[in-house]
Nanobody, 114 residues
Framework: QVQLVESGGGLVQPGGSLRLSCVASGSVFSNSAMGWSRQAPGKQRELVAY???????KYADSVQGRFTISRANAKNTVYLQMNSLKPEDTAVYYCNRNPPRWTWGQGTQVTVSS
């Protein structure tokens, strides 16, 4: 079973930046499209970005131009660079295979507030 460990969240002011990381155990990472999702209080989890095995990316309209997803297959790691953060980006952020198939990790909390 693949285990996912997210990190890099925190408290940041509007307009600030954070870089999230997600490490996946096992040997299937390089053969898997990966996605970052987020869940705000009282809302459903939503996919914000994904990256295919060949590096193609796609973003939700709400983060397009501000977030960048990338991957390092040698490290079994997927990243989410988040710039120009807004209060509405506040959520717990999770990674998973895309479409989701593995057990969700604990996520990492991102809070954007002044």
């Amino acid at each position: 079973q693949v285990q996912l460990v997210e990190s890099g969240g925190g408290l940041v002011q509007p307009g600030g930046s954070l870089r999230l990381s997600c490490v996946a155990s096992g040997s299937v990472f390089s053969n898997s499209a990966m996605g970052w999702s987020r869940q705000a209080p009282g809302k459903q989890r939503e996919l914000v970005a994904y990256i295919t095995t060949d590096g193609s990316t796609k973003y939700a309209d709400s983060v397009q131009g501000r977030f960048t997803i990338s991957r390092a297959n040698a490290k079994n790691t997927v990243y989410l660079q988040m710039n120009s953060l807004k209060p509405e980006d506040t959520a717990v952020y999770y990674c998973n295979r895309n479409p989701p198939r593995w057990t969700w990790g604990q996520g990492t909390q991102v809070t954007v507030s002044s």
